[in-house]
Structures are given as structure tokens and as C-alpha cells.
């Protein structure tokens, strides 16, 4: 695939990511994304076969570009575990306030809308979201063998715990436009969940 290809695709799946990301996967139109990236219909077709398949590329490119940053926050073994969670928190209320409360999480909106209608969108999001459920786990787990979690502590479930709690935090500070909501769980998270 030449630059300019390449530069087309990644074009129409950044776009496509910005605008799903701000009305929905159901609202949001190929003609709008094709407008918006000023590519021609034909050029989309020569890329993906259907709305699904560009659908699930997008999801694919935003899970492999947050992943990285996810790590940097998260996994980063120069700070202390909670420490970590308190930054993707932080990372994630900057995030939350510069979109001007307009986007939430790509992955969890995208869960809400989609997986009552698509066990292929339910699967990959699922399987996204158990990455980021691993990755939460093993910082907790390193909290763990520090001693700044109770020794009865489930990782596995605290960290399907506080993604679900975060996912929802994100959902009430769109209906808001406040990060409040996002504040509020983390707050609680510390006060009363990790001890």
C-alpha cells in the first residue's frame, strides 16, 4: 500500500472515529465521514467492504493508538500502582473537560449502542475492554504485593469494578458536561474500595 493509500485509509478512520465518537455509530453517516475527510465514495468502498467493516477497523485503530497510552498511564512500573490510577483518572477527566464533555470513551459508548445489535461488535469490544480489565488487574496486583490493598483483595474483580464504574462516571459527565461524575467515583474508589 503506497503512502497516499495508506494516508487515505488512516484519514477516513480517524475521521470516522471523531465523528462516532461524538454522535454514535447509528448517526453517523458514510456520506458525513466521506464529506469530512473529503474522499470520493469510491475510495471508501476500495477500503472497506460495508459500514461494519469500517465499523470494526475503527475500533481495531483506536484500541492499538489508546493502548500505549493506557500502558504509559497504567503499567508504568516508575510509580507507585495507585499512584497510576490516579494519573489515567486525571488523564482521563483533561481528556473529558477538552472535548468539551462531547465524547466519552469510543470503546464503552460504542458497547452501549452496539452489542444488543452485533455479537461481532459485542465480541471485539468485549475483548478490547478484558485487555484494559488486565491491565488495571496487574496494577492492582502490584498494589497488592506492596501492601496498599487490603490482602483480601480480588484484582480481578476490582478491576472489572472500576471499569465499569469508570465507563459510567464517563457516561454521567457527558450528560452533565461536568467531570464531577468522574471525580465522585474516583474519590469513592480511594475512600472506600481501595484501603
Not at 503499567?75 to 462531547?102: E, K, T, W
Request: proline share 3%; net charge neutral; with cysteine.
Amino acid at each position: 500500500m503506497t503512502s497516499k493509500h495508506a494516508s487515505t485509509r488512516d484519514t477516513l478512520i480517524h475521521v470516522g472515529a471523531e465523528l462516532i465518537a461524538e454522535q454514535g455509530y447509528h448517526a453517523t453517516g458514510l456520506n458525513a465521514v466521506l464529506k469530512a475527510a473529503a474522499v470520493p465514495k469510491g475510495s471508501f468502498y476500495h477500503y472497506f467492504a460495508s459500514k461494519e467493516d469500517f465499523g470494526l477497523t475503527v475500533i481495531d485503530a483506536f484500541a492499538e493508538t489508546y493502548k500505549p497510552r493506557l500502558d504509559a498511564l497504567v503499567v508504568d512500573d516508575g510509580r507507585a500502582p495507585l499512584d497510576r490510577l490516579r494519573r489515567f483518572f486525571a488523564a482521563g477527566r483533561d481528556d473529558m473537560a477538552g472535548c468539551d464533555h462531547s465524547r466519552g470513551c469510543l470503546i464503552g459508548s460504542l458497547g452501549q449502542e452496539l452489542s444488543a445489535r452485533s455479537d461481532q461488535f459485542r465480541e471485539r469490544l468485549d475483548t478490547i475492554l478484558k485487555g484494559w480489565e488486565t491491565r488495571i488487574a496487574g496494577c492492582l496486583e502490584q498494589a497488592l504485593a506492596r501492601g496498599e490493598l487490603s490482602p483480601e483483595a480480588d484484582s480481578a474483580a476490582l478491576a472489572s469494578f472500576i471499569l465499569s464504574g469508570w465507563q459510567g462516571a464517563l457516561l454521567r459527565a457527558k450528560t452533565l458536561k461536568s467531570v464531577t461524575p468522574m471525580q465522585h467515583f474516583e474519590d469513592v474508589l480511594f475512600a472506600r474500595v481501595l484501603r
